[in-house]
């Protein structure tokens, strides 16, 4: 497949909403050990449970390190096709291709730079080379041309469209210095609009506290349909989450869309703070160079990481009071998609969530 | 994809002849550099014009690893598929999977055990688990379930069919003490029947002088269709590959196919004899458990090591007085295909030639 050098929006592509139709989905096998505690085994299981709940909505690719090739072939279901790729973690929303369809039944994809959150002022791994030919590898597997930006670095999690014109983002996360500190917020604008093929941009504030994506708005903010925000809410003014979700309300609903649309804000209530306990710390090896997790830490939990496939809605749940309250209020939103809650605290334990891990291909005509 | 414990004579699977229509064709890229000389980089420039070839007339799958991915990518033509695959070598005739099909449309495949030619009797390099690993990721790649043999070592180039119930092998080859030493001919000859689902078992008794396969037959002889097989050929008695062609001569003309026919025999007079020369030697590692590339060597050159695809036939050349006389044999024996020749003495130097380093796919309804 080949590298393209003009842009989407030139060439009449645009990326499609997640709640349109996948002709499939990818997920990269977990096994750093540095952030993976116990071998990456606990997190393994929970992947294999969302690879195989989504496999039965839509065809799901696993890839894999050669290393784990065959374990991973041996746990997850036959129908889950599985594919060696080198890795160096396991976030295909972040490292893996966006792609972008057209109106003649055309696929292709862009290839963001990715340098692991942050490259060297604040990223959380090095190095990440293996997780930046991931993109250009799902091309040739979907067999799609790729627009690649050797010069401009995003992650697939920081960005969320409504298939009609608007792109959703946080400054907290495209502002940050370990990304385009080279480029105002107006070309960084510019390059999502060129790039996705949107012609506005709504700039939430601030992400998930304490999340070590500088705030990936995937975790914090999503589009049901469009007009329509799912936003993480606490009512607890006490949580350093309440400022951050407050001025994301107001702010959202101070906005219109690309269409012109006033932005209903539905809130969806985030689990009670949920802490790394001594056990899980202690599970994972310690590297220099790799963020640590350490016992009191609080993990970055919400709803909102949740996965909209055909015909189906993969929440994360946390074992928590507020797991239910999460479910009938997406049942609420996605009346005609099941939803699979999956217990996915492993996931949360490596830094992201069932969104983080999947990255959906558009169907094409 | 699944493992499968029958064999495919039960499901009514057969092996099809490689002139029967493909899917596509399979290739390594090549990259070890003790087997490889100045750093693979000559022999990649073969790959990529076998598989550029090729590729005009099926589609062509390149696997690499991913030290060599972007590489591979860059060298290949736009039309040719590139998938990560970690390997030992660049011999996907032999340890990639033998494709069968039933007359339903479907197809699956066959994942013989791979031991680089003689395991630690004879083998060619330690250690070959990677190369053994391709056979089940080319499967999930094509959707296909697997018959997995633990117990049962076998390489695609020692072995031929006809896809009308005949097989070809040598006793040199699958009979060595390498391969299935526990195993009595009467078992290996069974072993075949029930997986490629044949009939009649011919058994040649040796193949090309000094090829380092134990005499695969691929490089000696080859179905140009039911009943007509291509036989390397030499007529300078002072040549030790004279008895060998003699005695397979005389042997296939006095037998007869699955189906009762007489085989025809084609002679392709192969080259003369091809050397490893000063500089060609020193351009490879030296690597203990690796076979050496001496200086003087003969190598095993033969035109019968051909591919047949759809609509053409990929025959190495030597720069020989031979070189015209093959191709014109060839083009007399294929009058609907067109005859590609591939300057090749990079492969053969690797120590096979174009049919070792290609796996067809079989085309399903």
């Not at 293996?130 to 993109?135: L, S, V």
């Not at 993480?232 to 609903?253: G, H, I």
């Not at 985030?270 to 590297?287: H, R």
Request: some cysteine; hydrophobic content about 35%; proline content about 5%.
């Amino acid at each position: 497949m080949k590298r393209l050098d003009s842009c989407p929006r030139k060439d009449g592509f645009r990326m499609p909403a997640e709640f349109e139709e996948h002709a499939g989905t990818y997920i990269i096998w977990p096994e750093r050990t540095d952030n993976w505690r116990n071998g990456a085994k606990p997190a393994q299981k929970v992947f294999t449970e969302v690879a195989n709940t989504i496999g039965k909505y839509e065809p799901v690719t696993v890839v894999v390190s050669d290393r784990q090739y065959q374990n991973a072939r041996g746990m997850l279901a036959d129908y889950v096709r599985v594919v060696e790729m080198s890795n160096d973690d396991s976030w295909i929303r972040d490292c893996g291709a966006t792609f972008v369809i057209n109106d003649k039944g055309e696929r292709r994809a862009v290839d963001w730079s990715f340098n692991a959150w942050g490259g060297l002022v604040d990223g959380l791994y090095f190095p990440w080379d293996k997780d930046d030919r991931i993109a250009s590898k799902m091309c040739e597997l979907e067999q799609s041309d790729r627009y690649r930006l050797d010069d401009f670095v995003l992650e697939g999690g920081s960005i969320h469209v409504d298939g009609e014109g608007t792109a959703m983002v946080t400054e907290e996360c495209l502002l940050s210095e370990g990304r385009n500190p080279h480029l105002s917020k107006e070309e960084i604008e510019q390059h999502l609009k060129d790039y996705l093929n949107v012609d506005k941009v709504l700039w939430i504030h601030e992400g998930i506290y304490n999340d070590e994506t500088n705030g990936h708005v995937d975790n914090m903010a999503n589009f049901v349909k469009p007009g329509v925000v799912a936003l993480a809410w606490t009512d607890d003014v006490n949580d350093p989450q309440y400022k951050r979700s407050s001025e994301a309300l107001a702010y959202l609903e101070s906005e219109t869309d690309a269409k012109g649309r006033k932005i209903k804000v539905e809130k969806i209530y985030t689990p009670k703070p949920i802490l790394i306990s001594k056990e899980e710390s202690e599970g994972v090896d310690a590297v220099d160079g790799t963020l640590p997790r350490v016992e009191g830490d609080r993990l970055a939990a919400s709803y909102v990481n949740y996965y909209t496939g055909n015909g189906f809605v993969a929440v994360p749940v946390f074992n928590d009071p507020h797991d239910e309250l999460a479910i009938k209020k997406l049942q609420e939103l996605y009346p005609d998609r099941k939803i699979e809650p999956i217990y996915a605290r492993e996931i949360l334990l490596g830094g992201g969530n069932i969104h983080c891990i999947t990255q959906q291909v558009p169907k094409i005509k």
